[in-house]
Structures are given as structure tokens and as C-alpha cells.
């Protein structure tokens, strides 16, 4: 429960504009399936963490 309340926390001190987008991602990822979840979350650490070592690969 904790996780959920950090969330609501920050949900909290988001702006009103921002918040249609939001909503309109965890909608997206209501849909999902849990493992594709899994693997963009995945892809996502992977292109985060190895962002230099990408764009030297891309040259």
C-alpha cells in the first residue's frame, strides 16, 4: 500500500494539465497485458541506462 500512496502523493502536486495525459497513459496501461508491461518497462531501463553506449552504436 505504501507504493499507491507515494503515487497519490505525487498525483497530488501534478497541474490540472498535465493530469488529462496522465489519465490517459494509465489507461493505456490498464489494457496491457502483464507482460507486456514487464518488457517496456525493460526496454525503457535498457534505453535509460545505456543511452551513450546506444548512440555510439547508432554511429
Known amino acids: 500500500m505504501e507504493l ?3 503515487i497519490v502523493q505525487i498525483v497530488d502536486k501534478l497541474p490540472n494539465e498535465v493530469l488529462g495525459e496522465l489519465l490517459q497513459y494509465l489507461r493505456q496501461v490498464e ?3 502483464k507482460e507486456k ?6 526496454l525503457n531501463t ?7 553506449l546506444l ?5
Open 4 to 6: 499507491k500512496q507515494e
Open 31 to 33: 489494457k496491457t497485458t
Open 37 to 42: 508491461m514487464r518488457l517496456s518497462l525493460n
Open 46 to 52: 535498457i534505453l535509460t541506462e545505456d543511452r551513450e
Open 55 to 59: 548512440e555510439k552504436l547508432a554511429k
